[in-house]
């Protein structure tokens, strides 16, 4: 998580405070998922992972879900994305120099 593009996303700041900690609990599970990045499209699943009652839901999740793209039958956060792709390439180039005896020459 990098705070400061975080905090200064308008559609973060345009979130009550109720509705930032329900978005930060599904990127977390976004995060921790076998299908990592993503998550069901399906209210009632998403309401209990942002831990919200039926009526915080109903009022939040347009402002919530502007975060997540859909896809088939799940959401995903763009940026998620992008930095878990990041990591993927990270730990390939990681495990190919492992593979080629630790770091890679400065030649």
């Not at 705070?3 to 345009?14: C, E, G, R």
């Amino acid at each position: 998580m990098y705070p400061k593009d975080f905090l200064t996303s308008i559609k973060v700041q345009t979130m009550t405070t109720k509705e930032v900690g329900a978005y930060c609990l599904l990127l977390f599970n976004c995060w921790l998922q076998e299908d990592q990045g993503y998550l069901p499209n399906d209210d009632e699943t998403l309401k209990a992972l942002s831990k919200m009652t039926d009526k915080e839901w109903e009022k939040s999740k347009n402002s919530i879900l502007k975060n997540f793209k859909k896809k088939g039958n799940k959401i995903f956060n763009k940026r998620m994305m992008k930095e878990l792709d990041k990591l993927k390439d990270f730990s390939l180039k990681q495990s190919e120099n492992g593979r080629r005896g630790g770091r890679p020459s400065k030649t």
